[in-house]
T-cell receptor, first 116, second 115 residues
């Protein structure tokens, strides 16, 4: 149980275009989802916290107008990278928590974004 | 600011030996700690967690030790196998103080298991 999927797993886009990444909890309802970014050989950096039905909370330094997050249902959160640039190329990972008293996060397999 | 960090970026061990991966954290308010394993091109995989009211927790071939006095966390892997080769991250959470469930990750240690 507690499986999180991401789609697509890899995407290549041209500079200036927008890319949407989906994060789905397959067998549980996720009240909260998180989006992380990971550059090569570096750690995961939290970008934003996404709560179902409300606006996402962005970490300091993350542009909310560039990284649009929508958590429209208890099983789906989307991250849209708008007007992508080569420096946005990274590994984007989402995670989800089931809610209640559990703090365990279940991570998706990640999405490799390459902006050319 | 507050951070979670690691001392060793790369650890190389022989197959069958025990591995110890260390992590230092700086926020005494942290109350939940987790170790993750990440293989290349994949998302983090949960290994073991520990709450601040404990100092040791054991799983299958893994043990996590927490020393709150010196703010130190370690992951011990017994009889290390080639399949254990990966990057290991510690992460911390300060849920009690803030109700915030976001994790702060350490910088990671690459474990290389030599056959």
């Amino acid at each position: 149980g507690a499986v999180v999927s991401q789609h697509p797993s890899r995407v290549i886009c041209k500079s200036g275009t927008s890319v949407k990444i989906e994060c789905r909890s397959l067998d549980f309802q996720a009240t909260t989802m998180f989006w992380y970014r990971q550059f090569p050989k570096q750690s995961l950096m939290l970008m934003a916290t996404s709560n179902e039905g409300s606006k996402a909370t962005y970490e300091q330094g993350v542009e909310k107008d560039k990284f649009l997050i929508n958590h429209a249902s208890l099983t789906l959160s989307t991250l849209t990278v708008t007007s992508a640039h080569p420096e946005d190329s990274s590994f984007y990972i989402c995670s989800a928590v089931t809610g209640g008293s559990s703090y365990e996060q279940y991570f998706g397999p990640g999405t490799r974004l390459t902006v050319t | 600011g507050e951070s979670v960090g690691l001392h060793l970026p790369t650890l190389s061990v022989q197959e069958g030996d025990n591995s110890i991966i260390n992590c230092a954290y700086s926020n005494s308010a942290s109350d939940y700690f987790i170790w993750y394993k990440q293989e290349s091109g994949k998302g983090p995989q949960f290994i073991i967690d520990i709450r601040s009211n404990m100092d040791k927790r054991q799983g299958q071939r893994v043990t996590v030790l927490l020393n709150k006095t010196v703010k130190h966390l370690s992951l011990q892997i017994a009889a290390t196998q080639p399949g254990d080769s990966a990057v290991y991250f510690c992460a911390e959470n300060m849920s009690v103080d803030t109700g915030r469930r976001a994790l702060t990750f350490g910088s990671g240690t690459r474990l290389q298991v030599q056959p």
